[in-house]
């Protein structure tokens, strides 16, 4: 093939390789040897699994010259965040703590892209313990965006966003409880699903323990791509029932098409916290592209916002109060100090309060329902702003900048603990740096996601791969690449 591999596609390279236009072999030294130039100077990939992916690749080709039929993504190579378990490396959440917790088994959406054929390359770098929204860990450090080191990739996600976004893989497997796939995708230029919850199975065990009530119902596994094709592909490979997990529903993954027009509401400004006019007009772009392609538009307010919020805020900070001094020694003094805050806004609660709050989920979930029932699907920005400098976090010690910082992820952040589908996809630039908007869908209609995703990606068009853009700290963008951090 005349082009370089990395800058393929996952449904691209998963074709090519079946048909035996490329070796998978070609394809997992092509993606290595991109880490190799360009992860100096993004800090994405931290545990390298060169030897393991070489291995899987020549196990793939043997298996295509053996005549055998390969799933869809053959030799594609993707990278797991450091808090999803991969047979052999430490999952280590990016904390010392945990450096030589090594997994004995792969975690169920790893085994269902490599039953599909995707070759992990690496783990990917993220914030301690996915608690904070600072991307940077013990371990490893800071990772940086590619369009500008002087904003934040976004998190927790943050090394999966960055690694897909600069070719070092074409799909990065991460976990979403209030954005942390939507955000980095936006803010890196690329496409991002959360799935319903129970739709992919999961294992959060920390050293084999269980995760808490709230940790069992809001946090999801789901897949980063460049394309919504390819998020498209990630999803029929890790949708349905297994045995790993007793959560995951075996749904179909497709569901009934509409009988008429689908109605879509448009959530331009959901807490009131503002919306930048170059988002706000991307967003109004998006609805007319959906208009024109059948979709009925009208903007909605949706439900309980407030309450909703503040519901997530009990629930998840009531189950870290309880182990809170424990968990405080595990972290950076940031990020301690950013939970320190969040625990000051919202304190724990005693437990007939978390009881009650349980009872309000449930009623926050009868009124989503009820407007997902008129109003199939939604549409609203990923972000009401443009990304954030990279120094966020140290503002973020301010109650005041804190409080904006939360209420922009309002909206990543109810439909987290409602466990609804969304799809974020990019649609352009707001200063300068990527965007993008969300499609929110009904429980287990991931499929009418993607699909409208997929009418707005046509439009916009595809941001990535890109090379990491030089920056010199005091004048911007410069002729070299910076160092390695």
């Known amino acids: 093939m005349n082009t370089e591999l990395w800058k393929l596609n996952a449904t691209g390279l998963g074709a090519a390789v079946a048909r035996g236009e490329v070796s998978a072999a070609e394809v997992v030294e092509s993606h290595l040897e991109r880490i190799a130039a360009v992860n100096p100077a993004v800090n994405a990939v931290t545990q390298l699994m060169a030897d393991s992916a070489r291995e899987a690749a020549r196990t793939t080709d043997r298996r295509r010259a053996a005549g055998e039929r390969l799933g869809p993504l053959a030799g594609v190579p993707f990278t797991v965040k450091e808090n999803i378990h991969v047979a052999g490396w430490a999952t280590t959440h990016g904390v010392r703590k945990f450096r030589d917790q090594v997994a004995e088994a792969d975690s169920p959406p790893v085994r269902r892209l490599r039953d599909a054929g995707a070759i992990p390359i690496g783990h990917a770098n993220m914030p ?19 369009w500008d080191r002087s904003k934040t990739p976004g998190g927790s996600s943050s090394g999966d966003g960055v690694a897909v976004a600069v070719g070092m893989a074409a799909l990065g497997l991460g976990n979403d409880s209030g954005g942390s796939v939507r955000m980095p995708a936006a803010f890196n230029g690329v496409a991002a699903l959360k799935p319903s919850h129970g739709r992919f199975a999961a294992d959060h065990r920390i050293m084999g323990q ?3 009530l709230a940790s069992q119902l809001i946090p999801v596994d789901g897949p980063i791509a460049r394309s919504v094709a390819d998020l498209r592909a990630a999803y029929e490979a890790l949708a349905g029932a297994d045995p790993e997990d007793p959560r995951a529903v075996p749904v179909p993954a497709y569901g009934p098409g509409p009988t008429g027009p689908l109605q879509v509401g448009i959530v331009a400004d959901p807490a009131g916290a503002g919306i930048h006019p170059q988002i706000r007009a991307a967003l109004d772009e998006a ?12 903007e909605v307010q949706i439900p309980r916002l407030a309450e909703a919020l503040e519901c997530y805020g ?34 724990h609660t005693e437990l007939a309060e978390f009881l009650r709050q349980t009872g309000v989920r449930l009623s926050v979930q009868r009124d989503w329902a009820k407007l997902l029932d008129t109003h199939p699907l939604l549409l609203g920005a990923t972000c009401p702003q443009p990304v954030p400098g990279a120094d966020l976090l140290p503002d973020d010690t ?40 969300q499609l929110i869908g009904q429980m287990y209609r991931e499929d009418r996601c993607l699909g409208a995703a997929e009418v707005i990606e046509r439009h916009f068009g595809v941001l990535a791969p890109i090379d990491p853009r030089p920056y010199c700290p005091s004048t911007g963008p410069c002729s070299l690449l910076p160092p390695a951090p």
């Open 287 to 298: 609805a007319t592209a959906l208009e024109q392609a059948g979709y009925a538009v009208e």
């Open 398 to 437: 301010d109650a005041e900048s804190h409080a904006r910082m939360m209420l922009a992820g309002a909206l990543c952040t109810v439909t987290s603990l409602v466990g609804v589908p969304a799809v974020s996809v990019p649609t352009g630039f707001a200063d300068g740096m990527p965007q993008g908007v």
């Open 314 to 347: 009990k629930l998840i900070m009531t189950e870290f109060g309880v182990t809170w001094p424990r968990i405080r020694r595990l972290l950076s003094e940031k990020g301690a100090q950013h939970l320190d805050l969040f625990m000051e806004r919202t304190p």
């Open 210 to 212: 269980e995760p808490m």
């Open 128 to 146: 301690d313990l996915a608690i904070s929204s600072d991307p940077a860990s013990q371990l490893y450090g800071r990772t940086y965006n590619p």
